[in-house]
């Protein structure tokens, strides 16, 4: 029997409740679905890749089919490596066709035999993106409900780091780069 396997790539920085609506739909249509985390060391992110890792992996465990992975370089090339067949990604509105589509046309043309399989997220988590969900808490918004609950746990832990850096207390044994996520760059 043909199985099939899709892989959903993305920087998840960090997975939103969003990125689990679309992994849930997924997981539904496709027979393995591989949440695959994009390494981009140009990038500053503010979770490292070995937390989103641990961050998707507690989402996810409830999935049997459901897998985390993390790659480099193109997503064509990780996606032929572990076999899949499609490359799943999520529109909320009409401001992501654009992209998305050149994203998916230069990846047929890079990979003609792999297929981008688009899903809508719930209405709910249509304004809803990782970029916000940053802004929002490092700003001291509430982000309840917009990612899972152990998510907002590791959000504030940052943003607790980061105000104790900001306010003096990197002589206490802190890091820089814990407190360096005030002046990080906005991403999408
Ligand atoms: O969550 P994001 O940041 O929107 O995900 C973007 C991602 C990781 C899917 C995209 O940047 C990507 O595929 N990067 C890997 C490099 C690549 O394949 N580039 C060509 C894409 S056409």
Known sequence: MK?????????FDPPTNGHLDLIERGGKIFDELVVAILRN???????????????????????????????????????LRVE?????????????????LQMALMNRKLQPGLETVFMMPAEKYSYLSSRLVREVAQLGGSIERLVPELVEQKLHEKMDVAHKFANGEQLSGKTPSE???KSRKKKA
């Open 84 to 100: 899949a067949k499609a490359i799943l990604r999520g529109i909320r509105a009409i401001s992501d066709y654009e992209y998305e």
């Open 179 to 181: 407190g360096k996520s």
């Open 41 to 79: 060391p140009e990038k500053d992110p503010l979770f490292s890749v070995a937390d989103r890792r641990k961050m998707l992996e507690q989402m996810t465990a409830g999935f049997d089919n459901v897998s985390v992975d993390t790659f480099e370089g193109l997503t064509v090339d990780y996606a």
């Open 3 to 11: 199985r099939i396997k899709a892989v959903y790539p993305g920087s």
